[in-house]
Nanobody, 126 residues
């Protein structure tokens, strides 16, 4: 399975970016999808998760992005999005999408995911 993450870029603090995760030939709707990020010198961090359709499709976020980031699915396009608003310099990182069936209580645990995208760089300038 090849996940394709895109949409990163350079933006000023307070700006917005929308990331996309696509998986040609693979039904994302049947899996939980998460966005992780990794800043230089830091561990990979789970940012947001959306449950599979059969598990209710609910979205989850870490506290630092609640109210600013929104994860969503477009099942017709087999795509998961991460809309990022009010970006801050501390959001700067490489963002990865990941697919799996993690237990809800551990959605932010990277080792529970089977498939990963290649990463897209998000840089927020102050």
């Amino acid at each position: 399975v090849k996940l394709q993450a895109s949409g990163g870029g350079l933006v000023q603090a307070g700006g917005s970016l929308s990331l996309s995760c696509q998986a040609p030939g693979f039904r994302l709707v049947d899996y939980g999808v998460s966005w992780f990020r990794q800043a230089p010198g830091k561990e990979r961090e789970g940012v947001s998760h959306i449950r599979s359709r059969s598990s209710g499709g609910r979205a989850y976020y870490i506290d630092s992005v609640k109210g600013r980031f929104t994860i969503s699915r477009d099942n017709a396009k087999n795509t998961v999005y991460l809309q990022m608003n009010s970006l801050k310099p501390e959001d700067t990182a490489v963002y990865y999408c990941a697919v799996g069936r993690p237990v809800l209580s551990a959605w932010f645990t990277s080792s529970l995911y089977h498939y990963w995208g290649q990463g897209t760089q998000v840089t927020v300038s102050s």
